[in-house]
């Protein structure tokens, strides 16, 4: 298998060390500005693992709110294929305490829109004060339930991709850009 982190590699990249740099940064900032404008001080970071640990890291180190505590979930519905299952799976869930809170949850991309549907229902039914969904990327061609993120950091079209902590078959999760799986 080829090295996609070898950069003579043919792999196109989508987005760049760079441009992912400048979509962090300007999602942190509309975050920033909204809590500031809804007089929130304190947020609560929900972590979607795996695929969105390398943004949650970058997203948090660069939103200005006084108090941010983070939690990490688990959701899958992929197994070892680059086709939803539609059948969502989440894990450590239960043990979170958020009755009351500012919620952000923090995920990789929106596909069908299943993972984010069942987990903001989830997360709800713990009443939380607020809660928000910031995403990465998002495919809406593909979407089969009706779910809009309050974040984006950028709309891709109808391409699996991998790098910037997404995966196909647990690979590629470390690549510092994103590119199209071939
Ligand atoms: P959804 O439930 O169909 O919206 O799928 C969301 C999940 O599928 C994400 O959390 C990702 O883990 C995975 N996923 C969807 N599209 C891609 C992709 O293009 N590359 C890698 N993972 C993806
Ligand atoms: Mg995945």
């Given at each position: 298998m080829r090295d996609m982190k070898d950069k003579n590699s043919k792999n196109k990249i989508l987005f760049s060390e760079t441009d992912i740099k400048d979509i962090v940064c300007?999602?942190?900032?509309?975050?920033?500005?909204?809590?500031?404008?809804m007089g929130i001080n304190s947020l609560n970071v929900?972590?979607?693992?795996?695929?969105?640990?390398v943004f949650a890291a970058d997203l948090v180190r660069q939103l200005e709110i006084p108090n941010i505590n983070?939690?990490?979930?688990?959701?899958?519905s992929y197994g070892s294929s680059d086709v939803s299952?539609?059948?969502?799976?989440?894990?450590?869930?239960?043990?979170?305490?958020?009755?009351?809170?500012?919620?952000?949850?923090?995920?990789?991309?929106?596909?069908?829109?299943?993972?984010?549907?069942?987990?903001?229902?989830?997360?709800?039914?713990?009443?939380?004060?607020?809660?928000?969904?910031c995403a990465m990327f998002d495919k809406p061609d593909?979407?089969?339930v009706d779910f809009d993120a309050d974040y984006v950091g950028s709309v891709i079209p109808d391409e699996f991709i991998v790098g910037y902590g997404l995966d196909y078959a647990e690979m590629y999760r470390d690549l510092p850009y994103?590119?199209?799986l071939k």
């Amino acid at each position: 298998m080829r090295d996609m982190k070898d950069k003579n590699s043919k792999n196109k990249i989508l987005f760049s060390e760079t441009d992912i740099k400048d979509i962090v940064c300007r999602v942190a900032d509309e975050i920033s500005q909204d809590c500031k404008s809804m007089g929130i001080n304190s947020l609560n970071v929900i972590c979607v693992l795996k695929g969105a640990f390398v943004f949650a890291a970058d997203l948090v180190r660069q939103l200005e709110i006084p108090n941010i505590n983070i939690e990490f979930i688990s959701a899958s519905s992929y197994g070892s294929s680059d086709v939803s299952s539609g059948n969502v799976k989440l894990g450590c869930i239960d043990n979170l305490s958020i009755f009351g809170e500012n919620i952000l949850i923090v995920e990789d991309i929106i596909d069908t829109g299943n993972t984010l549907k069942k987990l903001t229902e989830q997360i709800k039914s713990f009443e939380p004060n607020t809660v928000r969904v910031c995403a990465m990327f998002d495919k809406p061609d593909r979407r089969s339930v009706d779910f809009d993120a309050d974040y984006v950091g950028s709309v891709i079209p109808d391409e699996f991709i991998v790098g910037y902590g997404l995966d196909y078959a647990e690979m590629y999760r470390d690549l510092p850009y994103v590119t199209v799986l071939k």
